[in-house]
């Protein structure tokens, strides 16, 4: 059974800095893109950043130059490094693997329905 466990989430000021983790069981990392994505309240799901299975990193405009994805294989877990939080940055993050190309235009509520997705952490910027 696949299993995706994200933890790091927590509260903090604007301008702080969180980071996430997505472990896996029963899954590798290494042969499949991975992706985070959030959901703030009202919001539909928002992709935030992907990991490729050869490295090539993507990041949504909003996070870009302050969020960094990587992957740890001998630890089979991917993180994203939140720096200069804001409090639009509010949200449940989900990790996500194995996702069909169609994921891209999915337009409704975390998780889609495809894939593998963990079960959220949440993420609290005060301003």
């Known amino acids: 059974e696949v299993q995706l466990v994200e933890s790091g989430g927590g509260s903090v000021q604007a301008g702080g800095s969180l980071r996430l983790s997505c472990i896996a069981t029963g899954f590798t990392f290494d042969d499949s893109d991975t992706s985070w994505y959030r959901q703030a309240p009202g919001n539909a799901c928002e992709l935030v950043s992907i990991i490729g299975h050869d490295g090539i990193t993507y990041y949504v405009d909003s996070v870009k130059g302050r969020f960094t994805i990587s992957q740890d294989n001998t630890k089979n877990t991917v993180f994203l490094q939140m720096n200069s939080l804001k409090p639009e940055d509010t949200a449940v993050y989900y990790c996500?693997?194995?996702?069909?190309?169609?994921?891209?235009?999915?337009?409704?509520?975390?998780?889609?329905?495809?894939?593998?997705w963990g079960q959220g952490t949440q993420v609290t910027v005060s301003s």
């Open positions: 996500a693997t194995s996702l069909d190309p169609q994921v891209l235009s999915y337009k409704g509520p975390c998780p889609a329905p495809s894939g593998y």
